[in-house]
């Protein structure tokens, strides 16, 4: 049996979008209401196990009578409320938030990320050769995972999860300030000597592919990194009594990521270092014992 | 929280620089030398640490001035001190300008470089230091120098700062500045000629009319007998008569509206802040004053510091604060000492502490320093900073009144907005409105820097003309352009001279008063230098938390470098790109950082036809 948290009932609250009449229960944001009318706003920093950073700003809407656009991933429904999400001034901050990300990040792993730079005609290239890049080494300091900050878009995610939104270990922090701003440990000290438990929270909310298993990151160096042929199965964790939920992605019969279900009750796609990365012993075959 | 140190030990020094701030630890868990059997048995002080996370800013500060430089063993042990993760410390420590975490020299030397001293001959200084000092950034001979944003001290420009970290940390200001000065001021602080008085900045001295200026080398600033002779101390007693919900009233009849730059009523701010049920209410008074060319809030504070503390004490009776944050810039050294000794007095005088002047209401203030980071002026970030977090702003709503600082419900107010409440009180709030004009009461601070007679801090009633203003500091025979609010402003033409100095004047002429600055720039200046110095600002200080900020200010300052020689036909193409990346960085930056990075550079496309 699964347990369903049960809520108060939620007040709706009347407002427009796009010039259609439409109810949303108080407390919920722009960006719910968006996607409960079936509107696609694209959205990066956002996580649905996180509470908003609104840092990448590439989900702004325009308000009625807002100076400024607004992030619909943070801005909570108000009663009345006019909001238009498809207009050319919102349509241009999305395009150009585009543009100088992926002029400055490799968006290579961000899922849909080309999609959107092509629905929103952004040229990122116009910026010319000589714009300034993050130029990051991927950081390979241990047997789990990577950092490939040459990827991230500083959403802040990665922070908020291992910090105090799910792990509270606080390995991780911004460090820096504005466009050297990287996320550090402590003095730049690699992983072993941080305070990470190599949970791999951090991965599951990373939108950008910038941390990722060593498993994806040498199959991906390899070039034998191939989504379309890995299966997800979900099971439960053997390790203890907990019985959190694992999606195994296997990949020729070789288990080459775990995730968990962001909707599962326990987990809220949150593991500990055993469910993450505690895998081997299912594929210690013959062959890869010699 | 279970936090993982490393095995760096922190100095002596550095052991007696952090406890001296936080007196000595309690335990091993907190860092003490010596485990007794007791720690094994109890673990205690995690939550009471954590709730001083508040003191990581001044134990950051502690550590610098001491050493210099913050070490890896200097910050693991503040941060065990304060029950802060490492990373997080390191994140904080490396967010400020006047912070290194890499060894350096004691004696750092940060030479401004920004608008106003560019225009009195920096980029010479700077290449004699060059020359005599080596590079900037390179340690020799026991010194380093670095180049800085504006240090407001636009008056006597181009200026120097030369901090020197130690058992007594000695700060010396070199203005106006030569390369040989600042080489002295580097070998010896302490022997560095001294500073000339406040009042030297304030040219209209003696005269009539003035208002916030009227004790600025009248009073003695290191004497609160003096201020009270002065008229001090008179409008907290008339608070009192009136009452809090009094003092409100007054000050929403007065008109008066903030002076940092938003121009919001102050009082509706603070009978919001007062209406709130929620508890303690803080006040915070923002003197992180560092819009490149603003320098009126280090003149009032080191000229007539108790009109501060007065203001400071009525703001917080009239919102129901008990505790006030003076959050000043840390490059402001003489306003730093004259603040710490008016406080002092204050508090042994019974005008601060548990039961002021006799009437029961207790408040107390409490200064914070600043680390170099102009972000934290913004309303917001400056709780973050006092908080001991990174000065990234908040997303609003909730807006300060709500949740502010901690939290609580806050009045955040510019200190030339807390000085305006003396006369509101003392004259009556009639009086007060009659100076001005009926939107823009009162009189306002002008900064006026750059090729100008006489710069300085001006006082004239809202309403005067730009022109008037220029009489007075005496204008360059060919004036090429004014920039009126700073590096977030707007250019304004020599034959627009006659804008109307109010809130609604500038900004129907499409500027804005900002801050007060008023940059005075003469036909010989390099306008693609001056927008190019604009740039470099915004993209340094750019917090670094929201996309088009963090990367639009790099973008623009990358076109404005192509832009330098180019004109006409060959600048469309990179004013184009400005233009789509300034509309995007105005309408979804998450603060007024990112959302005026592109005022003055489009202003000066605009209305000065700059590359044209």
């Known amino acids: 049996m699964t347990a369903i948290p049960l809520r108060p009932p939620r007040r709706l609250v009347d407002l427009t979008l796009d010039g259609e009449p439409v109810r949303a229960p108080e407390g919920s944001t722009l960006l719910d209401a968006c996607r409960a009318e079936g509107k696609d706003i694209p959205t990066l920093c956002q996580g649905d196990t996180l509470t908003p950073k609104n840092a990448c700003r590439v989900c702004v809407v325009e308000v009625e009578g807002s100076r400024t656009l607004a992030p619909a991933c943070s801005r909570r429904v108000e009663q009345g409320m006019e909001v238009r999400t498809d207009t050319e001034r919102a349509r241009h901050s999305r395009k150009v938030v585009l543009e100088l990300l992926a002029s400055s990040t490799d968006l290579s792993t961000t899922p849909r990320a080309a999609e959107w730079i092509e629905e929103y005609g952004a040229e990122p290239d116009r910026f010319g050769a000589d714009a300034a890049r993050m130029d990051e080494e991927p950081k390979v300091d241990n047997d789990l995972y990577v950092r490939d900050y040459d990827k991230c878009i500083l959403c802040y995610k990665c922070v908020d999860a291992c910090g105090e939104q799910w792990q509270n270990t606080f390995a991780i922090a911004v460090a820096g300030r504005g466009f050297d701003a990287r996320i550090s440990t402590e003095h730049e000290a690699p992983l072993t000597d941080s305070a990470c438990v190599y949970c791999g929270n951090c991965i599951e909310v990373c939108p950008t592919g910038a941390l990722s298993f060593k498993s994806e990151f040498d199959m991906r160096a390899a070039g034998t990194w191939d989504e379309s042929a890995q299966t997800e199965t979900t099971t439960v964790c053997a390790y203890c009594g907990v019985g959190c939920n694992l999606t195994l992605h296997v990949q020729e019969n070789e288990i080459v990521k775990v995730t968990s279900p962001h909707d599962n009750p326990v987990t809220h796609g949150n593991l500990c270092i055993k469910g993450r990365f505690g895998y081997q012993h299912v594929q210690n075959h013959a062959q890869n014992r010699d | ?612």
């Open chain 2, 1 to 612: 929280m279970d936090l993982r140190f490393g095995d760096s030990k922190p100095t002596d020094e550095e052991r007696a620089a952090v406890d001296a701030l936080l007196g000595p630890p309690g335990s091993a868990w907190e860092g003490a030398d010596d485990r007794t059997d007791t720690d094994l048995r109890w673990a205690r002080g995690g939550r009471e640490a954590r709730e001083r996370r508040d003191l990581l800013l001044p134990g950051l500060h502690a550590l610098n001035d001491r050493v210099g430089w913050i070490s890896e063993g200097g910050l693991d042990y503040l941060c065990r001190r304060l029950t802060v993760p490492p990373a997080e410390g390191y994140g904080v420590a490396t967010f400020y300008a006047m912070f290194a975490v890499k060894p350096r020299p004691a004696t750092v030397v940060h030479v401004c470089t920004d608008l106003a001293c560019a225009t009195r001959g920096s980029a010479q200084v700077c290449a004699e230091l060059e020359r005599d000092l080596g590079p900037a950034g390179s340690a020799g001979s026991g010194a380093v120098w670095q180049p800085s944003p504006c240090l407001g001290l636009c008056e006597r420009a181009p200026a120097a700062l030369a901090l020197r970290a130690g058992e007594a940390p000695q700060a010396a200001v070199v203005a106006p500045a030569t390369a040989g000065a600042i080489a002295d001021a580097a070998s010896a602080p302490h022997d560095a000629a001294a500073e000339p008085p406040a009042v030297a900045a304030v040219p209209q001295s003696g005269a009539d009319g003035l208002v916030l200026l009227r004790r600025v080398g009248v009073v003695d600033p290191g004497s609160l007998d003096d201020y009270r002779a002065h008229g001090g101390y008179a409008a907290l007693r008339r608070a009192f008569a009136l009452g809090p919900a009094g003092v409100i009233r007054e000050v929403t009849e007065a008109g008066l509206v903030g002076r940092g730059g938003a121009a919001f009523p102050t009082g509706r701010k603070w009978s919001a802040t007062a209406q709130q049920p929620d508890h303690p209410h803080y006040l915070v008074c923002n003197a992180d004053e560092s819009e490149p060319g603003t320098f009126k809030d280090r003149v009032l504070l080191e000229g007539d510091p108790y009109a501060l503390i007065e203001a400071m004490t009525v703001a917080g009776y009239a919102t129901g604060a008990h505790r006030g944050y003076l959050y000043l810039r840390g490059e402001y050294p003489r306003a730093l000492h004259r603040l710490r000794t008016a406080i002092d007095q204050a508090r042994a005088r019974g005008f601060l502490g548990e039961d002021v002047m006799g009437q029961g209401f207790a408040f107390d203030i409490e200064i914070r320093r600043g680390a170099g980071a102009y972000i934290c002026g913004e309303e917001t970030a400056i709780f973050n900073s006092i908080e001991g977090r990174r000065g990234e702003p908040r997303s609003k709503p909730p807006f300060p009144v709500e949740k502010g600082l901690f939290g609580k419900p806050t009045a955040v107010n510019n200190v030339e907005t807390l000085v305006n409440v003396l006369p509101i009180l003392i004259e009556g709030a009639q009086a007060y409105a009659r100076t001005g004009t009926d939107t823009s009461t009162g009189t306002k601070l002008f900064c006026v820097s750059g090729t100008v007679a006489r710069p300085g801090v001006y006082e004239l009633p809202f309403g005067a003309t730009l022109r008037e203003l220029l009489e007075l500091a005496g204008p360059p025979e060919t004036l090429r352009a004014v920039l009126l609010g700073g590096a977030a402003g707007g250019f304004v033409r020599p034959d627009e001279l006659d804008v109307p100095l109010t809130f609604e004047g500038t900004r129907a002429a499409g500027t804005t008063l900002g801050s007060g600055v008023v940059l005075v720039l003469d036909d010989g200046v390099e306008l693609p230098r001056v927008l190019l110095r604009i740039a470099e600002f915004f993209r340094d200080e750019s917090c670094g938390q929201c996309v088009p900020c963090r990367v639009g200010t790099v973008r623009q300052e990358e076109a404005l470098h192509r832009l330098k020689d180019r004109t006409g036909a060959a600048a469309a193409g990179d004013i184009a790109l400005l233009r789509e990346v300034g509309q995007a960085m105005r309408d979804a930056s998450i603060c007024g950082l990112g959302q005026t990075a592109w005022n003055a550079v489009e202003s000066a496309i605009d209305r000065l036809g700059a590359f044209k």
